[in-house]
């Protein structure tokens, strides 16, 4: 840094530093446009195509081509590279660095034109992450820099500099290329690839940064930050309050050059992330997920997971999924195709989840083809179909809390592990083993994002899940007691309320009251071979028969009965699963409770004091899915779900008012490789027997199979609609109407 002495850098870009408070957004949230008026263009949008340029690619890219192709997939928008990192349009923009291949091309406003012929909308896809040598030397106040004053640069292209969200190049050189490119193309949108993304925050050692770490957190930017530390949140905030201010200031931006223009942040990450998604639904009009598939021991459903978590935040507005057409596993091979089966079910996820997927492929001069005729088949079908993908409302009864707070802050350093009595946890898997065992149960379910907590929003609902939410507000655990109050049921888990927003542990859970036990100590754990006595029998342990023990959680939270009841689960320590002349119980009993059931007026309350949901998941033991999958049976209290499924296979449903009637999605993940990639073939599962609920007096007149375009024989009695769905291979929608 010493090619800028620090006045000089900071006074650059000091013009360019406003922070909103901390905790205070800058802009108000779009809402959805329920009435029909003035709507959007991309608010009806259902399909979308990406072709990312390289820099050879204005030498030899057929435009016409390109566009025939996204036509015939019957888009109804095109994402293609404007600028940023790189402009293919001849741009005036100082250290605005072009294509070294481009001449005197514009292949931007080729693609662009080539596409509004054919009626197909143009979002200019930028890269504001990035930027060239030239553009460092010129001004170093514009990038990143590690602790030791060095730049930061591209792992992989080291020419390539890391520029700073807080400094002049995010608030002046990125409007100055929106502007340019509104001038010259008038986009009706713009995308930025990779910012501001929903993962980690970056730390940056740039005088700036290092000025607005000390004056708003009071520390300096370290290496490695506690997530639960004081001085990260308080920086947590800042970061969130720059990111709405920028996206504003683009949005105003993109809009003044077209007043029907949008900005699109890139956002995804399923359910592990970490920048808080409802605060970015503030100033997001659409939200896109850049989930493109998945990879090491991910399961299939997580493009379900990422629809869930955009909506339980979005109010209905525009969402969007990019489905990558190219190999993104473990190893990348992003010029090979992604095997059809995979690329298909992840199309499917996004569809049946609520969102568009836009289909993805990387460089104008593809070698390999395969990917072409997968995108055609599907996006064919749901443009034949589309009028059965116009979602009006979801029909679950069962809500999911998505636990943003534990999510971001209960690891550390902003990623998604956490060191708990020596052990790495990833706390997603609370999350991740709770979603296992309602689709073992096949229940119908929606997230609600944890600050959306009100009666409003809880008011569609019969139970509420808490996943191990360990950061909880208080205003938050008084909307879960007057939920309790109003008659909703809950089901908890492990430390859910044991912490409030900040981590500060309180002294009993927040909801101690609402759970009937109280802490007794510090977290147990990690051990195996501990185990839970049946003491007394209840609906949630039926089918258990021949056992008087249940396999315990490795993690629990000690716990006393505080209100009078009856101890049904109790707790057998820990002893020694080595070696077999060890292996029995020290202590065969105890009167320490391993879950507490009880009703409160017409409200039922479940609480596991351990973390049975992520021991599911690492283990897979089918008891403590059953556990759990009884207790959801048990506090949902007999109401008949919109829709139930009975037959073989692991299968994941949404169900959905939409204009023309109702429509069931069954996504069928039977398959081998279900939690690893890459799904290769699919495994039929069915005949399903079926029965869905509508609205009292509607009378259904047809039941069609969508994807095996057939006609399903069914009754209809009273609001119960019967039929049996004969197979799905991969995906099914059944329309009713």
């Not at 036509?71 to 349009?89: E, P, R, T």
């Amino acid at each position: 840094m010493s090619a800028l002495n620090r006045r000089e850098f900071i006074a650059a870009s000091a013009a360019t530093l406003a922070i909103s408070s901390a905790g205070k957004l800058v802009a108000e949230s779009p809402k959805a446009d329920v009435s029909g008026q003035n709507k959007t263009w991309y608010s009806s949008m259902l399909r979308c195509g990406q072709v990312n340029f390289n820099e050879q690619d204005p030498l030899t890219m057929d435009a016409e081509a390109w566009m025939d192709y996204w036509a015939s997939l019957k888009v109804n928008a095109v994402m293609l590279n404007g600028g940023g990192i790189m402009a293919f349009y001849p741009t005036k923009v100082p250290y605005h660095h072009r294509s070294e291949f481009l001449g005197s091309r514009d292949l931007f406003g080729d693609m662009a034109a080539a596409a509004r012929k054919r009626d197909i909308r143009v979002v200019a896809r930028m890269d504001c992450n990035f930027a060239y040598e030239e553009a460092f030397q010129a001004h170093p106040e514009w990038f990143q820099y590690n602790a030791d004053g060095s730049p930061r640069k591209h792992a992989e292209c080291p020419w390539l500099y890391a520029t700073c969200m807080f400094s002049s190049y995010f608030t002046e050189q990125m409007p100055a290329i929106y502007r340019e490119m509104n001038q010259n193309h008038a986009p009706d949108g713009f995308y930025t690839n990779g910012w501001p993304s929903t993962g980690p925050l970056e730390i940056c050692h740039c005088l700036n940064c290092q000025k607005i770490y000390k004056e708003k957190t009071g520390g300096v930017p370290p290496e490695g930050t506690d997530a639960g530390s004081a001085v990260y949140r308080k920086y947590y905030d800042v970061y969130m309050d720059r990111i709405a201010e920028i996206w504003s200031l683009w949005e105003k931006t993109a809009k003044d050059g077209n007043p029907n223009s949008v900005y699109v942040g890139n956002l995804g990450g399923g359910i592990d992330t970490v920048k808080n998604v409802n605060r970015l639904s503030k100033v997001a009009a659409w939200f896109n997920a850049d989930n493109q598939g998945r990879r090491g021991n991910t399961p299939i459903w997580e493009c379900a997971q990422q629809g869930r978590v955009a909506r339980s935040v979005m109010d209905g507005r525009t969402v969007t999924n990019v489905v990558g057409a190219y190999s993104n596993s473990s190893v990348n091979w992003r010029h090979s195709a992604k095997a059809p089966a995979e690329a298909t079910m992840w199309m499917a996820q996004a569809a049946a989840s609520g969102m568009v997927p836009w289909y993805h492929w990387l460089g104008g001069q593809p070698q390999d083809n395969r990917w072409r005729e997968n995108g055609r088949v599907f996006f064919d079908w749901l443009a034949a179909n589309q009028t059965h993908f116009r979602n009006r409302r979801s029909l679950a009864n069962l809500a999911v809390l998505y636990p943003q707070s534990t999510i971001a802050f209960y690891g550390s350093n902003g990623t998604r592990t956490r060191k708990l009595n020596g052990a790495t946890i990833d706390q997603t898997d609370y999350l991740q083993g709770l979603y296992a065992a309602l689709l073992e149960g096949r229940f119908l379910f929606d997230f609600v994002h944890q600050e959306n907590l009100d009666a409003a929003a809880l008011k569609p609902y019969r139970a509420l899940l808490l996943p191990n939410a360990a950061y909880l507000r208080d205003s938050e655990c008084e909307a879960i007691r007057d939920y309790v109050k109003s008659g909703g049921s809950v089901l908890a888990t492990f430390e859910t309320s044991r912490y409030n927003e900040w981590g500060v542990q309180r002294e009993d859970f927040g909801l101690s009251d609402v759970f009937g036990v109280s802490v007794a100590g510090e977290v147990i754990g990690p051990f195996g071979n501990s185990y839970m006595h049946i003491d007394q029998p209840h609906p949630i342990l039926n089918g258990f028969t021949g056992t008087t023990t249940l396999p315990c959680p490795e993690f629990r939270v000690p716990i006393t009965h505080l209100k009078s009841g009856t101890r049904n689960l109790s707790v057998i320590p820990h002893y020694p699963a080595f070696p077999p002349e060890m292996v029995y119980p020290h202590i065969r009993q105890t009167e320490e409770p391993a879950a507490a059931f009880r009703e409160q007026g017409s409200s039922r309350i479940v609480y596991f004091a351990g973390d049975i949901a992520r021991s599911f998941w690492i283990s897979g033991n089918p008891d403590l899915s059953q556990l759990l999958i009884n207790s959801v049976h048990w506090i949902l209290n007999r109401q008949a779900a919109t829709a139930t499924v009975e037959g073989s296979g692991m299968v994941e449903m949404f169900a959905w008012e939409t204009e023309p009637g109702f429509a069931l999605h069954l996504l069928n993940y039977t398959n081998p490789n279900m939690t690893r990639p890459f799904v290769t073939h699919f495994y039929p599962t069915g005949p399903l027997q079926t029965q869905f609920q509508v609205s009292d007096g509607r009378k259904i007149a047809s039941v069609r199979a969508l994807r095996a375009l057939r006609d399903l024989p069914f009754k209809q009695l009273g609001s119960t609609v019967s039929f049996e769905v004969p197979s799905v291979l991969d995906y099914e929608v059944i329309a009713l109407t």
